[in-house]
């Protein structure tokens, strides 16, 4: 591995019963942005949680900076605490006020349990975009989301690609918003001959 890669990739394939798309090699710095696209079914799922380390690759190697923290954002987010908790009120026992006043302001006072699917996202999407981590996958984070989230997200991804040190952030995408500065992989279905 090279020693300033956080995850290094070789020769990987993603999958179950056989692999979803063709080898890949990749290197993760911290700071850098990847932005991984394909079509449906290509194994962009399964890839994020190759790399996260929740499936074992079909092929190849991935090795991983020691201690390396990850935080993965799946399309299929975790549920939100139900009760009488307010956003601001989960933000805060997450230990992230701060968020209350920055990517959530208009649904601060509003119930965790009422808010719209769009508006859970934004939440969610929120606190992992604060969670200290060196490699942070996001799967579809935009999914959910209406146009004006789409481009706050979006602003947030061109600022964090123009930031040294940070984390390494890949990103599983179909919107057409991109980053300029982001490495983009296109995963390439196996198929048969």
């Not at 999958?15 to 991984?36: E, K």
Request: hydrophobic share 50%.
């Amino acid at each position: 591995m090279s020693a300033a890669a956080l995850l290094q990739a070789r020769g990987l394939q993603a999958g179950l019963a056989a692999p979803l798309f063709a080898a890949l090699d990749l290197a993760l710095q911290a700071g850098s942005v990847t932005l991984v696209s394909g079509d449906n079914g290509v194994g962009k799922s399964s890839l994020m949680r190759t790399l996260a380390g929740e499936q074992a690759p079909f092929a190849g190697t991935v090795q991983r900076a020691h201690a390396l923290r990850v935080c993965h954002f799946s399309q299929h987010a975790a549920q939100l605490p139900a009760g009488p908790f307010s956003v601001a009120d989960l933000l805060a026992l997450a230990g992230m006020p701060e968020l209350a006043h920055a990517w959530v302001p208009d649904d601060r006072g509003q119930r965790v349990d009422r808010l719209s699917g769009g508006q859970r996202q934004r939440l969610l999407l929120a606190m992992a975009l604060a969670t200290p981590c060196d490699l942070l996958l996001l799967d579809e984070p935009t999914q959910y989301l209406d146009a004006a989230s789409r481009h706050v997200f979006v602003a947030w991804l061109t600022t964090a690609s123009a930031r040294a040190g940070g984390p390494a952030i890949v990103v599983v995408t179909h919107d057409a918003e991109t980053v300029e500065s982001a490495h983009h992989v296109r995963l390439q279905a196996i198929t048969d001959a």
